[in-house]
């Protein structure tokens, strides 16, 4: 059995505001920013949020496999050909949030709630995750650890529930479900 953890996938946000009249062209930067992006080791999506006013903060949502991919694409030559467009688009330097894991459900909110899934599609996807997760441990782990007490017993259940959900599950089913939760969302 590795000693190593496994290595959480890694959700990059980055906000900041297009300069007046130039909005169409950091969009176009950001688009030409994706493209890019797909050819990157552990590269698993990316969306931009508009703002909801005028002159507000453009969000772009990046996700990688693991803070080295994510790390390996922001010293690349190709990232650093953007910037300097990204700079003569964009005000200022851009906000970054960097979330791994299940540190995002625990966080503040930092994209606009009208870019959220609508709650039932989330708990459906939720559950699509879970269900078959539970089944599969309660088959087969389950009749293992019934000399355990009670107590114990849920504990490792659970614990190994909540690590195959974060860092097998989830970031595959958000994934092959990305059209379903966000039909309107851009990569």
């Known amino acids: 059995m590795s000693a190593t953890p496994p290595q959480a996938h890694v959700t990059r946000i980055a906000r900041r505001r297009a300069k007046l009249g130039y909005e169409q062209e950091y969009e176009a930067v950001i688009r030409e920013m994706f493209a890019?992006?797909?050819?990157?080791?552990?590269?698993m999506g990316a969306q931009?949020?508009?703002?909801?006013?005028p002159g507000g903060d453009y969000q772009v949502i990046a996700h990688f496999r693991s803070e080295a991919d994510l790390k390996a694409w922001d010293e690349s030559p190709t990232r650093a050909a953007l910037q300097p467009r990204l700079c003569a688009a964009g005000e200022n330097e851009p906000e970054y949030r960097v979330l791994t894991g299940l540190e995002a459900w625990f966080g503040p909110q930092v994209v606009a709630p009208s870019a959220h899934p609508?709650?039932?599609?989330?708990?459906?996807?939720?559950?699509?995750?879970?269900?078959?997760?539970?089944?599969?441990?309660?088959?087969?782990?389950?009749?293992?650890?019934?000399?355990?007490?009670?107590?114990?017993?849920?504990?490792?259940?659970?614990?190994?529930?909540?690590?195959?959900?974060?860092?097998?599950?989830?970031?595959?089913?958000?994934?092959?479900?990305?059209?379903?939760?966000?039909?309107?969302?851009r990569a």
Do not use: D, Q
């Open 118 to 185: 609508p709650r039932t599609r989330m708990a459906l996807v939720t559950w699509m995750g879970i269900f078959p997760t539970v089944s599969l441990y309660l088959w087969l782990v389950a009749p293992w650890l019934s000399p355990l007490p009670f107590l114990p017993r849920v504990a490792l259940l659970t614990g190994l529930i909540v690590v195959t959900m974060t860092w097998v599950v989830m970031p595959r089913l958000t994934r092959l479900m990305r059209g379903f939760l966000n039909p309107a969302s």
């Open 36 to 43: 890019a992006m797909r050819e990157a080791p552990g590269f």
């Open 48 to 53: 931009m949020i508009s703002p909801e006013t």
